[in-house]
C-alpha cells in the first residue's frame, strides 16, 4: 500500500494574489479517454524562487464540483523526480476583497498517484512551471 509523504513546510512558497481574468474554456487532457469539461477563470502570476510564473486558475465543470472550487493543476522541475510524475494539484482558498492564498505547501498528488482506476485532469501546458517547487506531497512510496 502507498503512503503519502510530505515536503518540509516552507513559507516561500505561500503566497497571495488576485487573478487576472480571462475566461475561457477547456477540455483538459486526462489519465483515461475522456477528457475533462473545465473553464479557465484567469492567472496568477507569481515569482517563485526568483522565477516568473503564470499559472492557470482552473474550475472543472462537472456534477458534484462546487462553483466556488477554484484549483491550479501544475507541473514543475520536481515533477517524476521527487514528485508524482503526471503533477499536482492545489486547490485555491479565497483570502477576501478578490484574493487567493495560493500555498504550494497544500499541493497535493491526484487520486490516481494512488490507484490507476481514477481519471485525473491532466495539468495544461501552460502550467509546466521552471522552478522547483519543492513543498506539499511527495511521489507516494
Not at 475533462?36 to 496568477?44: D, N, T, Y
Not at 503526471?86 to 476583497?97: I, K, S, T
Request: proline share 8%; glycine share 8%.
Amino acid at each position: 500500500m502507498l503512503s503519502p509523504r510530505w515536503f518540509t513546510y516552507e513559507p516561500r512558497f505561500r503566497f497571495t494574489s488576485t487573478i487576472e481574468p480571462d475566461l475561457a474554456q477547456l477540455a483538459l487532457g486526462s489519465t483515461r479517454e475522456r477528457e475533462r469539461s473545465a473553464e479557465r477563470l484567469g492567472w496568477f502570476d507569481l515569482v517563485i524562487g526568483g522565477v516568473d510564473c503564470r499559472l492557470a486558475v482552473t474550475r472543472l465543470l462537472e456534477p458534484g464540483v462546487p462553483k466556488d472550487s477554484l484549483q491550479i493543476f501544475f507541473r514543475d522541475l520536481t515533477t517524476g523526480e521527487e514528485t508524482y510524475g503526471l503533477g499536482r494539484y492545489l486547490d485555491l482558498e479565497e483570502a477576501g476583497e478578490g484574493s487567493y492564498v495560493v500555498d504550494f505547501n497544500r499541493a497535493y498528488n491526484p487520486a490516481c498517484a494512488y490507484s490507476p482506476h481514477y481519471n485525473c485532469p491532466v495539468p495544461p501546458a501552460e502550467n509546466r512551471l521552471e522552478v522547483a517547487v519543492t513543498a506539499g506531497e511527495m511521489t507516494p512510496r
